[in-house]
């Protein structure tokens, strides 16, 4: 799992990504939180990702250590791919005899 599809923030309920309708949800217990498809409709169907066992082994300080260093690479990249050098080393190829 992503470790963008966690929130284990100090001080709020952990919330992960359902797998199966892509939208926050409550965990608790190892468990994700019953559900239904379509939250502002009482008929929609219950989401089968309701009551699924989703095991984390990442305490929430771990977790936001993590998550911290994988958006400070992200950055890096998008930087390095801004970077008007990266066109350069493609043309610095060399040359066959
Ligand atoms: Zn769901």
Do not use: K
């Not at 939208?23 to 699924?52: A, E, F, N």
Request: hydrophobic share 35%.
């Amino acid at each position: 799992m992503n470790l963008d599809r966690l929130a284990l923030y100090p001080g709020e309920r952990p919330s992960i990504v359902c797998p199966f309708c892509d939208t926050w949800r409550l965990w608790r217990r190892g468990m994700l939180m019953p559900h239904r498809i379509d939250q502002s409709d009482p008929s929609s169907p219950r989401c089968v990702g309701s009551g699924q066992r989703i095991q984390l082994d990442l305490s929430p300080a771990r977790w936001r250590a993590e998550l911290d260093e994988a958006r400070a690479l992200a950055a890096r990249r998008a930087c390095q791919a801004r970077s008007p050098h990266t066109h350069r080393a493609h043309l610095a190829l060399p040359l066959e005899a």
